[in-house]
């Protein structure tokens, strides 16, 4: 078995957004270097640790970042297999290329949870008109034609309530690759975040609730109203996932629940979790230190709730309110240093906490 990363070692970050960011900060609470490699000039993650800009392809830069870390994670789930190639000669990758390629494809996702028993939502690939009609008859209307690949946030989607849409739809995934997907009447949308470490120990958070507005993430909230039951099968489906990608690290598991209590998969991010952020404040181990010492080869941490919490995103200009969210009662604001606040843009989130 491998060596763990000792406190005073480094922890490279693939990705310099506000979850590599959020990685940062966790890695120096636990006396632990992290170093950010990502193409942008001043990501937001590049504020709190060591950074090199570089580009996807540039292999000597990724060799030379791998040289100079102990291990590599990443903060997005489109890290490219040509990404791991050049890095994994140097420092091990955790979690996985199995990981990766398993989240990278909204094809392939579907086929391997349907393939350990995990349900999803009934789908099919479509490349073109003749696929679409085909797939349209199969499945039947309300639909989401889906991109397969790259899609975050709502985006490369396009809702389909009968054959007089799929033009538009198909017109929509610019001749990208697609899947259509049957939508889900679902009573609400949940998560399960879950570390497992390379021993096989598995560490879950308890279910939040999430409400989407848009496509992007509005609120996600801790207990979920679902029932004991559901949410315990909810944490034993991740922990399915998890011992079949043999993972090691945090992911986030996003699932529909129907009014019968069913639970499907919708889809799997093998990082830490926007769903995730209420535990920074609610847990002794939140997502982020977990997912540390996950990868770092350390004793997971314990994932028990000591409050009930309600993390709200702040999005492009609702990050404004910053001086009254400073001021207000059990709120705790995370502002991630972005400077701009496009429209839809993650700037900063607030959780507000209340008694268990
Ligand atoms: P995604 O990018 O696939 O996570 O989709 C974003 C949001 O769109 C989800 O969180 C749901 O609210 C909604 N959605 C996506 N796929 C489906 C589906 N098959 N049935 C119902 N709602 C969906």
């Known amino acids: 078995m491998a060596e763990a990363v000792p406190p005073g070692g480094t922890v490279g970050i693939l990705g310099g957004g506000q979850l ?19 193409p942008e000039d001043a990501p937001p993650a590049a504020d709190v640790a060591r950074f090199t800009r ?7 830069s990724l060799a030379a970042f791998a040289r100079a870390v102990d291990v590599v994670t990443y903060e997005f789930e489109n890290v490219p297999a040509s990404v791991v190639d050049a890095v994994e000669p140097f420092a091990p990758v955790r979690p996985g290329r199995r990981a990766l390629a398993a989240a990278q494809d909204r094809v392939d996702e579907k086929t391997f949870l349907n393939g350990i028993g995990v349900e999803t939502a009934p789908f099919a690939p479509v ?8 797939a349209l008859a199969r499945i039947g209307a309300p639909a989401i034609l889906k991109t397969r690949r790259l899609g975050y946030d709502g985006k490369g989607q396009a809702r389909i309530m009968g054959p007089e849409d799929a033009p538009a739809a198909l017109a929509a995934m610019a001749g990208a690759p697609a899947v259509l997907e049957g939508f889900v009447p679902f009573a609400r949308e949940i998560s399960v975040i879950a570390a497992r470490g390379a021993d096989g120990a598995v560490a879950a958070f ?6 989407h507005e848009g496509g992007i993430l509005r609120c996600t909230s801790v207990p979920a109203a679902s029932a004991p039951a559901v949410q315990q099968a909810a944490g034993e489906i991740a922990g399915r996932i998890l011992a079949a990608l043999d993972y090691v690290g945090v992911i986030g598991v996003e699932f529909f629940e129907t009014a019968e209590g069913r639970l499907l998969v919708n889809e ?4 830490v979790h926007n769903t995730g952020h209420w535990t920074i404040e609610a847990t002794a181990t939140d997502q982020f230190r977990q ?3 996950a990868i770092c080869l350390w004793p997971l941490g314990d994932p028990s709730r000591h ?3 309600v993390m709200e995103n702040l999005i492009g200009d609702e990050a404004g ?8 009662p059990g709120a705790a604001l995370h502002l991630y240093g972005k400077a701009e606040a496009r429209p839809g843009r993650k700037m900063g989130h607030v959780t507000r906490l209340s008694r268990a």
Do not use: F
């Open 54 to 60: 570089g580009d996807w392809e540039d292999e000597a």
């Open 127 to 134: 490349n073109d008109a003749e696929g679409l009609a085909a």
């Open 268 to 271: 799997i991010a093998p990082r």
């Open 321 to 328: 309110a910053w001086r009254r969210l400073s001021a207000e």
């Open 206 to 211: 308890d279910p939040g609730e999430n409400v």
């Open 307 to 309: 409050a009930d919490a």
């Open 20 to 38: 590599g960011r959020m990685l940062a900060i966790a890695a120096a609470q636990l006396g632990l270097r992290a170093h950010v490699y990502a």
């Open 291 to 293: 997912h540390i010492k």
